[in-house]
């Protein structure tokens, strides 16, 4: 079970060190980036790279922004073979809404807790 933990941390660690190194040396914005990784996560699923890692990293590489595009890659294939073409349109959809509730949820709670302002 440690060794659950240290992977999933080294994997974690790994992908958002990627992620800080592409915003430090390079002019991609913080929000091209977040694109790129659900797409990256995408990709990779869609090729069979990404679950290996997933099987390694656990939390590590599900929780990142990979990790939701590894989410709705895996729900439209699934729905797929379930529903034919459409669930292509549906099953990511399906499989995240969890986690796209929750960041409604959350994110509307933040606001009104903290107040923002606009600049």
């Known amino acids: 079970m440690l060794m659950d933990f240290v ?6 660690g790994v992908i958002c ?5 592409i915003l430090s040396y390079t002019r991609i914005t913080s929000a091209r980036l977040l ?3 659900v797409v990256l996560g995408v990709a990779l699923t869609a090729l ?3 679950e ?8 590590g590489a599900t929780v990142p922004l990979t990790g939701f595009g590894y989410a709705l890659a895996n729900g439209a294939i699934e729905a797929v073979e379930e529903d034919g073409i459409m669930g292509a349109l549906t099953g990511g959809i399906k499989n995240t809404a969890a986690g796209i509730g929750a960041a409604i ?8 807790i903290f107040k923002p302002h606009t600049k």
Not at 52 to 59: D, E, S, T
């Open 7 to 12: 992977f999933a941390f080294i994997i974690g």
């Open 17 to 21: 060190t990627i992620g800080q190194l």
């Open 35 to 37: 694109v790129l990784f």
């Open 48 to 50: 069979g790279l990404y």
């Open 52 to 59: 290996p890692i997933v099987q390694l990293g656990g939390a």
């Open 105 to 112: 949820l959350f994110g509307y709670l933040a606001a009104i």
